[in-house]
């Protein structure tokens, strides 16, 4: 299967991914975020039973290029905001600083 190319935008939506897709959309969303000069980005993962929720915040934990990040209080759980850049640059620390 050829690999899909997405505008890169503010918000991505993941309905429409593979539920074992969204940990490598995620890692290349944020990646291609802070390559286009996106300092803020919000992941709908819609709200469920929080699986999907989860899997997403796991992964920007992990990531050095997420600053923050904190569920978006309009989506009631539905999606995660988060604060991009290079964490190690700016001197805070990596992962989730939840608001």
């Known amino acids: 299967m050829k690999p899909v190319r997405l505008p890169i935008?503010?918000?991505?939506?993941?309905h429409s991914f593979?539920?074992?897709d969204i940990p490598s959309v995620v890692?290349?969303?944020v990646a291609a975020a802070v390559e286009a000069g996106i300092v803020?980005?919000?992941i709908v993962h819609g709200r469920g039973r929080g699986v999907?929720?989860?899997?997403?915040q796991a992964v920007?934990?992990?990531?050095?290029?997420?600053?923050e990040f904190w569920d978006d209080p309009a989506a009631h759980l539905g999606?995660?905001?988060a604060r991009l850049g290079?964490?190690?640059?700016?001197?805070?620390r990596p992962g989730s600083a939840v608001r």
């Open 52 to 56: 999907q929720r989860g899997i997403v």
């Open 79 to 81: 999606a995660t905001c």
């Open 18 to 20: 593979a539920p074992s």
């Open 86 to 92: 290079y964490a190690a640059q700016s001197g805070r």
């Open 60 to 67: 920007l934990e992990r990531l050095p290029l997420v600053v």
């Open 27 to 29: 890692e290349e969303y």
């Open 9 to 14: 935008e503010r918000e991505i939506d993941l």
């Open 40 to 42: 803020e980005v919000r």
